[in-house]
């Protein structure tokens, strides 16, 4: 029996971004060739995602048989059940991770769907601080950056998505060998609710850049 939780939530956002195309393109009543073109693209692009799957769980990626909204609707839910968790963190890991703020305010850590996480974050109002938690090369990660809220609705650096974001910069940790005092402040638009943003995310290269830029990795 095939237990092992394979799929990331990104991946799984992105494979519901390549169902939502294909269901897009049976909609415009495209020729059978193009629709079959646009299926087996998006099929490509699936298996792609994850390289080192096995033989089942490649066929279980497998799209192309599907048909109606009901099948679909079965493979994302089938697929559900193999999603790999976000690795489980304890307030006194994150109180580590964050040893300069001695008043910390953490989410409730038993409130949030650690299925549906790509990275773990939490803004504190209190002092326009946001927090992100990721796991980076296997080792859990947090940075903090100063949040400044925006009226406007923009595009997210993460997910990509448009809706309600805030502008939050960090200063990196790193150094130019020429200059001690040098520091780099990098600023993003970022959606200012993070559960949101992690149900669009379906690409961590900018998140992993950020992070790695802000600490200087």
């Known amino acids: 029996m095939m237990t092992e939780k394979f799929i990331k939530n990104e991946q799984l956002n992105f494979i519901k971004t390549q169902i939502t195309l294909i269901k897009d393109s049976v909609r ?13 693209l998006a099929n ?18 497998d799209l192309s048989k599907l048909k109606s909204d009901d099948e679909y609707e079965q493979y994302v839910q089938r697929l559900s ?6 690795p489980r963190v304890t307030e006194q890991q994150l109180k580590k991770m964050f040893p300069k703020n001695k008043k910390l305010k953490l989410p409730d850590l038993s409130q949030i769907d650690h299925s549906q996480l790509t990275y773990l974050s939490w ?3 209190g002092s326009n601080k946001k927090f992100i938690v990721y796991e980076l090369e296997g080792t859990m990660a947090g940075i903090e950056c100063k949040l400044t809220p925006t009226s406007k609705k923009n595009i997210c650096s993460f997910c990509n998505g448009f809706g309600e974001v805030a502008y939050f910069s960090t200063v990196t940790k790193a150094k130019k060998s020429k200059n001690p005092d040098y520091y780099k402040a990098i600023g993003n638009l970022i959606c200012t609710d993070s559960s949101e943003c992690n149900k669009k995310i379906t690409n961590v ?13």
Not at 28 to 40: C, E, F, G, S, Y
Not at 81 to 86: A, E, G, S
Request: aromatic share 8%.
């Open 44 to 61: 490509a692009k699936i298996l792609d995602l994850i390289p080192n799957a096995s033989l089942d769980q490649q066929k279980m990626l």
């Open 81 to 86: 059940d193999f999603l790999r968790p976000f």
């Open 123 to 125: 803004n504190d109002l």
């Open 205 to 217: 290269e900018y998140l992993t850049t950020f992070l790695k830029d802000s600490l200087g990795m």
């Open 28 to 40: 415009k009543n495209l020729p059978p060739t193009v629709l079959a073109a646009v299926i087996d």
